[in-house]
């Protein structure tokens, strides 16, 4: 049975540079700055060592983006293992911060950190960089609120920071609130989104499906979702958090925004293997023409993407509102908008079952040479979500080809042009959704499929060809 779980969601708008972060080397890592402190209240960054042993800091010092620097003490001083320090320009840091947890370092000429964005750089005795910062106002908008890392593993990049979450606005000398332990990131595509609703009926809400294709649970603590990022490279994220619940092996995670998806499809209550979480917001900020959607794990990897297009709904579907965007088979996850199609169900979706256009894959042709397979075939592209979409396993004998592939009618006429002039692989897959060129509906008949290649470093050329038919159902 579907289990239900409502939940107040983390929304957090930080940068997005790349999908998976790389582990940093040194021992010593800045982990909080207050570049924004209430009126009176000083600026501080806070260091912290995450390794086993105790770092000596003496000689050491901190510049910002204008070369201003502060050495941060001449005395014998040590960071302890898993311990904190404090670099303030001031004390008491705030009211309520008149006893810290860490020792607290004063450096004479401690430099002025912008509100608007500044560096932070920290040198070591030998004046070698040990760790740096280039934050931007974006990271804690609000006075009196720090900028926290998340994951002290991993660089300090702009998608590893987030505002702090404490009601004191700062967690000097202590575990930051935002921060999450390591994890190792997880095979890409180990969830696929297999669905989604970006232009909900007016009763209804924005939500999308993701698939677990594997053989072990997946727990979606801590995933989340990355929306497109604006003219600055700035990205909405909202992250779920624990006790978000698992997705099975084949089983379903739907992510709606609110409980009116239930109104739509009041019957994703009883389906099996499913999982409904509802994250009580007004929307997931789906764009209705285009947008791009960004599926990150713990670890910050991006596991699976998708930049989908109100032109990927089928050419004679007459409205897209309250209609879904179903992926064809997940083992397409990887093969753009010729996998995706609208949603046939009378409901208008699939949420947390198997999609309405799901199409079986076509038999692999075993040959070192050029092939080309079609399933179903006949297909009936008529719009009923039954063999509406006809798909091509194709296979050439170079690594790396540009494509063509044309169909033509039984009289030698081209009809329509699938591919032209397109890079692929040894191995591929093209969907045909049964329209010419003009976007007409082709009529019922035998047509021929022929799928051209070649080699661009070898100069070898490799075609295939076969039969489809174009039927209709009673």
Same mark, same amino acid.
């Given at each position: 049975m579907?289990?239900?779980?409502?939940f107040s969601?983390?929304?957090?708008?930080?940068?997005?540079?790349?999908?998976?972060?790389?582990?940093?080397a040194?021992?010593v !890592?800045?982990?909080?700055?207050?570049f924004a402190p209430a009126?009176?209240?000083?600026?501080w960054?806070?260091?912290?060592?995450?390794? !086993? =042993?105790?770092?000596?800091?003496?000689?050491?010092?901190?510049?910002?983006?204008?070369g201003?620097?502060?050495?941060l003490?001449?005395?014998d001083?040590?960071?302890?293992?898993?311990?904190y320090?404090?670099?303030?320009?001031?004390?008491?840091?705030a009211?309520?911060?008149?006893?810290?947890?860490?020792?607290v370092?004063?450096?004479?000429?401690?430099?002025s950190?912008n509100n608007?964005?500044?560096?932070?750089?920290?040198?070591?005795?030998?004046g070698?960089?040990?760790?740096? !910062?280039?934050?931007?106002?974006?990271?804690?908008p609000?006075?009196?609120?720090?900028a926290?890392?998340?994951?002290?593993?991993?660089?300090?990049?702009?998608?590893?920071?987030?505002?702090c979450?404490?009601a004191?606005g700062?967690?000097?000398?202590?575990? =930051?609130?935002?921060? !999450?332990?390591?994890?190792?990131?997880?095979?890409?595509?180990s969830?696929?989104?297999?669905?989604i609703?970006?232009?909900?009926?007016?009763?209804?809400?924005?939500?999308l499906?993701?698939f677990n294709?594997?053989?072990?649970?997946v727990?979606?603590?801590?995933?989340?979702?990355a929306g497109k990022?604006?003219?600055?490279?700035d990205r909405a994220?909202?992250?779920?958090?624990?006790?978000?619940?698992?997705?099975?092996?084949?089983?379903?995670?739907?992510?709606? +925004?609110?409980?009116s998806i239930?109104?739509?499809?009041?019957e994703i209550?009883?389906?099996e =293997?499913?999982?409904?979480l509802?994250?009580n917001r007004?929307?997931l900020?789906?764009s209705?023409?285009d947008?791009?959607?960004?599926?990150?794990?713990?670890?910050?990897?991006?596991?699976?993407?998708?930049?989908?297009?109100?032109?990927?709904?089928h050419?004679?579907?007459a409205?897209t509102?309250?209609?879904?965007?179903?992926?064809?088979?997940?083992?397409?996850h990887?093969?753009?908008s010729?996998?995706?199609?609208?949603?046939?169900?009378?409901?208008?979706?699939t949420?947390?079952?198997?999609n309405?256009?799901?199409?079986?894959?076509p038999?692999?042709?075993?040959?070192d040479?050029?092939?080309?397979?079609?399933?179903?075939?006949?297909?009936?592209?008529?719009?009923?979500?039954?063999?509406?979409?006809?798909?091509?396993?194709?296979?050439?004998?170079?690594?790396?080809?540009?494509?063509?592939?044309?169909i033509?009618?039984v009289e030698?006429?081209?009809?329509?042009?699938l591919?032209?002039?397109?890079?692929?692989?040894?191995?591929?897959?093209?969907?045909? =959704?049964?329209?010419?060129?003009?976007?007409?509906r082709v009529?019922?008949g035998a047509?021929v499929?022929?799928?051209?290649?070649?080699?661009?470093?070898?100069n070898v050329?490799?075609?295939?060809?076969?039969?489809?038919?174009? +039927?209709?159902?009673?």
């Open positions: 579907l289990r239900f779980i409502p969601f983390l929304l957090i708008h930080f940068f997005f540079v790349a999908p998976t972060l790389p582990l940093i040194q021992q !890592v800045v982990n909080e700055i207050m009126t009176g209240n000083a600026e960054v806070e260091l912290f060592n995450p390794g !086993v =042993n105790d770092v000596s800091i003496r000689d050491w010092s901190m510049c910002d983006r204008s201003a620097t502060a050495l003490t001449a005395e001083c040590t960071i302890p293992a898993g311990g320090i404090i670099i303030a320009s001031s004390t008491p840091l009211a309520g911060w008149e006893t810290l947890p860490a020792a370092l004063l450096p004479s000429n401690f430099p950190l608007s964005g500044d560096d932070v750089v920290l040198h070591d005795a030998d070698n960089t040990v760790d740096s !910062v280039a934050y931007a106002s974006s990271w804690s609000q006075r009196g609120v720090s926290e890392r998340v994951r002290h593993d991993l660089v300090p990049l702009r998608e590893n920071w987030a505002a979450q404490a004191a700062g967690t000097p000398g202590e575990g =930051n609130s935002v921060s !999450v332990p390591p994890v190792d990131p997880l095979p890409r595509y969830l696929i989104i297999n669905e609703m970006p232009a909900p009926l007016s009763s209804s809400c924005e939500w499906e993701l294709p594997g053989t072990a649970a727990d979606l603590s801590r995933w989340a979702l990022a604006d003219s600055h490279g994220i909202i992250a779920l958090p624990a006790g978000s619940g698992e997705i099975q092996p084949d089983g379903y995670t739907v992510i709606a +925004a609110d409980s239930l109104l739509q499809f009041p209550t009883s389906l =293997n499913a999982t409904l509802i994250l007004s929307s900020s789906l209705n023409a947008d791009e959607i960004l599926l990150l794990d713990p670890s910050g990897a991006c596991i699976d993407s998708i930049w989908y297009q109100e032109n990927w709904h050419p004679m579907q409205s509102t309250g209609i879904s965007l179903e992926l064809m088979q997940p083992d397409f990887a093969f753009g010729s996998a995706w199609g609208s949603c046939t169900a009378p409901e208008g979706g949420p947390g079952a198997r309405s256009i799901f199409t079986d894959a038999p692999r042709t075993r040959t040479g050029a092939s080309l397979s079609a399933s179903p075939n006949p297909f009936s592209p008529d719009g009923d979500g039954q063999e509406d979409y006809c798909v091509f396993h194709c296979r050439l004998p170079a690594s790396v080809n540009q494509i063509r592939m044309r033509y009618d030698g006429r081209q009809i329509v042009t591919r032209n002039n397109q890079p692929m692989g040894r191995e591929g897959v093209i969907v045909w =959704n049964g329209l010419d060129d003009e976007g007409r009529r019922v047509f499929a022929l799928l051209e290649g070649i080699d661009p470093f070898a050329v490799g075609a295939a060809k076969t039969v489809v038919v174009v +039927a209709r159902r009673l």
